[in-house]
T-cell receptor
Framework: AQSVTQLDSQVPVFEEAPVELRCNYS??????LFWYVQYPNQGLQLLLK??????LVKGINGFEAEFNKSQTSFHLRKPSVHISDTAEYFC?????????????FGQGTTLQVKP | GAVVSQHPSWVICKSGTSVKIECRSL??????MFWYRQFPKQSLMLMAT?????????EQGVEKDKFLINHASLTLSTLTVTSAHPEDSSFYIC??????????????FGEGSRLTVL
């Protein structure tokens, strides 16, 4: 079974500063990794995903994440955040060898961007 | 884009009644849909995998007789909370993957349905 741990429940940061949201996973099989964002009163949107290949994945809105197999991590980064990035961010894992591809989510990290 | 619509977006019901929540993929077909439950300030908990034309697969600890899931077509899945009680109050979210895409395919999420049981 897979599981995901997001190490920070809240991350406050000033506008234009860099940010890293941490995510660690556990799995006995190969996995696909995802980051989703949830803005207030909206559904989840895909930021980026890692399936295979290059370990550095670039997503929308200037976000990127790096897959580190040895550390079982998939941290999300952005070099300069905006007020509009304030939202809930979820890391998720699915079984890369399974058929259903169900996603298991981490606890979520609230990114609070301050002016 | 791919749009998933949930209805109703919020519902209030009396204890003991049943409530049905619909999840529709508006512009694509989905052989698999997923139902999640989200508590305030917490993560999404997977309840079940809804498969078109067959029985849903429930996660451990989720009562299948309590949460009835029907996936009657490639664009519609329904979740019925039967004999609802206050502890069933929660935010229910559905998601769908485009037909033909495997486990790496993007999931598209509805905006959620907030259920309040009095």
């Amino acid at each position: 079974a897979q599981s995901v741990t997001q190490l920070d429940s809240q991350v406050p940061v000033f506008e234009e500063a860099p940010v890293e949201l941490r995510c660690n996973y556990s799995s006995s099989v190969s996995v696909y990794l995802f980051w989703y964002v949830q803005y207030p009163n909206q559904g989840l949107q895909l930021l980026l995903k890692y399936l295979s290949g290059s370990t550095l994945v670039k997503g929308i809105n200037g976000f990127e994440a790096e897959f580190n197999k040895s550390q079982t991590s998939f941290h999300l980064r952005k070099p300069s955040v905006h007020i509009s990035d304030t939202a809930e961010y979820f890391c998720a894992v699915s079984d890369g060898s399974g058929n259903t591809g169900k996603l298991i989510f981490g606890q979520g990290t609230t990114l609070q961007v301050k002016p | 884009g791919a749009v998933v619509s949930q209805h109703p977006s919020w519902v209030i019901c009396k204890s003991g009644t049943s409530v049905k929540i619909e999840c529709r993929s508006l512009d694509f077909q989905a052989t698999t849909m997923f139902w999640y439950r989200q508590f305030p300030k917490q993560s999404l908990m997977l309840m079940a995998t809804s498969n078109e034309g067959s029985k849903a697969t429930y996660e451990q600890g989720v009562e299948k007789d309590k949460f009835l899931i029907n996936h009657a077509s490639l664009t519609l899945s329904t979740l019925t909370v039967t004999s609802a009680h206050p502890e069933d109050s929660s935010f229910y979210i559905c998601s769908a993957r485009k037909a033909g895409q495997g486990a790496g395919g993007e999931l598209f999420f509805g905006e959620g349905s907030r259920l309040t049981v009095l």
